[in-house]
């Protein structure tokens, strides 16, 4: 997970409202979210039935880990339907 740049976690860290990171946490961050996606990506691969990975199996294997996400199709577009 070095391949994650510093600006990468501060962007991160900024939209989970963190006004500064210390530098040695982007190691530790580095690690946690190694561990997390190889985590996510075995539930994915125990979820998926066929040798194709599909965004329908990452949202259900998000789902098991009771990760609270919405597919885009979800999302409200902004238009107000009554």
């Known amino acids: 997970m070095e391949k994650i740049s510093k600006p990468s976690i501060n962007r991160i860290a900024r939209r989970a409202g963190v006004k500064s990171v210390s530098e040695d946490c982007f190691d530790t961050i580095r690690n946690l979210i190694g561990m997390e996606l190889n985590t ?3 539930t994915v691969l125990i ?3 066929t040798k194709t990975v599909m965004v329908k199996d990452v949202y259900d294997a998000l789902h098991l880990l009771n990760y609270n996400t919405a597919q885009s ?7 107000s339907h009554k």
């Open 40 to 42: 996510i990506i075995k």
């Open 47 to 49: 979820v998926n039935q």
């Open 73 to 79: 199709t979800e999302l409200n577009t902004g238009s």
